[in-house]
């Protein structure tokens, strides 16, 4: 049960002046009483944030705006001076799984989150923490998220710092002492809900989704009275079973987009990061994920587009009903969410004022949709795909390639993009000024290949595919796709749907983009570099030593006259963890968590780098061919998501290769099957693997540290 709220008589005081405006029926008004705000540490609402231009000075919400456009009207760092841009402070993190929060700035204080949920209060002018709050996220959620224990941020909203954890709660702190007020559960625990995206603000309510397609869930956002933490709507986002009801029309209109027993692996269309509220037209956009498992012939066998899988669906901000859809990737079958970041603007196209939502999701295609009714104006590849050769402007369809359907061509074919998308969830920025979207794009394609064994497990992943080891042949890409894994800043006209430049990046996995009013945009890489470009040219002007990669997006600030750029480095997520084969190839790289933050001239210097650990003597390979080969498939299945594909670590989670753990059977299955490390997010597998099982893994990753 929430505790009760300390809000009415905080809300009494403020509104007293104001009580026709404090009716139940309409959102609590900000006091414009300028002495009462300035009293009140971290006193956001909507009519703040909708005013976030009259105090550049402050980074109010997730994409600063509810346009979340990312960009910045402060022009104090610039093209001319950016050269001068030097560390001001750093703050290093307790933990260092990852970290992918945009950090929320008011009035000199910087709020953000890292890993295992964990939420900070920090001095923005001189990087002190003034609190810390863990929710003490128990380490078995690990293994129930598919992609690492990371979060992007909270929302702070009259002196609460709102965010949510791993295993499912929304919590509200006091944004003074980091002290809890409410706490909710938002899942049932019983499955693999995750948490890992920002909750935001609309209108008097928080709106909070979650993860899990990967795990059999059913997707819903569901969205919460400020005040009280209590439910006000929930929306799924896929239908459930048809013999329990159907909660509205909506469901049963998705229904039949489906067939045969979809609701047993819960459908999926997570909705596990990207909103954006339209405070005019009283809308909140909801970016849904991908179906569950993958294939569409295991999930719904007699076809079907499977609504709302990979998505964007608008919802009444009031009531939480359905107004409509665009769905991206009809049939999904291939993890291309439409959960990335969603801008809204307003262009003028073909002579006319459009007031567009911008996507650009997984499947390597740019949209932009009539943000009202939901009409597809444009959509155009920013990157080369091979799963569709257009969207057919008539239908509002891609059209697919003739063998892209893996499952059911029942082939082993690489498709561009692959389940890491052309883009993923680090946010881009749209900049005014130039009329650019900066997409923090990438090649990174993937083999397909339907598993024909295919039974959900009750621990780890149940993708349905066999993307790392798919026996037989495969059908490789042509040579226009080479090399494989790129990344790229792009800047994209999305006026006229085609690339103004790119900025190519030695590594494929590279962070959010931040742009400003002084033609400066901030990408943070995962070489371990924060970089700045000119915003019209491209011209790389700047770049520091983050000492770690760089996978959340900046931000920018002022206090006191000075303008800040900060990011919270630290490198992690699902592709650090799984493909560190092509991510950490010399085994070099290093995680170091960290708040940075930047200004001219500042003076702050960063330590040395710790010394990388040496290398341990491997223990001598063991096991026959068969063994090896055997473990090597089970590793593949279980292991390689968090620990690398071929045991080689992306530079966050232990390297298997150099543990200690490998060379003793018995050391090695209390961890594997016993889940002697369950406290740090290593789950017992004895529901999965067998002994056997288990020694048949430890032969293959001995094997591969001897390689
Ligand atoms: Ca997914």
Known sequence: MPRRSRFPAIAFIACAPFLASCDRDEPPVASPVVEERETRTAWIDAERIRNADAEPHNWLAHGRTFSEQRYSPLDQVNTDNVGNLELAWYLDLDTSRGQQATPIVVDGVLYSTSAWSKVQAVDAKTGRLLWQYDPQVPGIWDVRACCGVQNRGAAIWQGRVISATLDGRLIALDAVTGELIWEILTTDQAQSYTITGAPRIIGDKIIIGNGGAEYGVRGYVTAYDLETGEQVWRFYTVPGNPADGFEDDTQAMAAETWTGEWWAQGGGGTAWDSFAYDPELNLVYVGTGNGSPWPRSIRSPGGGDNLFLASIVALDADSGEYRWHYQTTPGDTW????????ILADLEIDGQQRQVLMQAPKNGFFFVLDRETGELISAENFVPVNWATHIDMATGRPVEAIDARYDETLAAKKIA???????????????????LVYIPARQAPLVYKRDEEFEPRPIGANLGVNTWDPPGEIIDLPEEFMPEFQGMLLAWDPVEQKEAWRAGQPLFENGGVLSTAGNLVFHGTADDRLKAYNAQSGEQLWSTDTQSGVLAPPITYSIDGEQYIAVVAGWGG???NLLGVVLNADGKRENISRILAFKLNG????????APPEAPEAPAIFGGEEQIAAGGSLYGKSCAICHGVAAISGGVLPDLRRSPMIGSAEAFHSVVIDGAMVDRGMAGWSEVLSDEDAEAIRAFIVFMANQ
Do not use: K
């Open 417 to 435: 993009p692959g389940p890491a998308g052309s883009h993923n969830w680090h946010p881009m920025s749209y900049n005014p000024d130039t009329g």
């Open 574 to 576: 699902v592709y650090a």
């Open 335 to 342: 993890d291309f969410t439409a959960t990335q970041h969603m």
């Open 603 to 610: 003076d702050a210097e960063l330590p040395a780098r710790p």
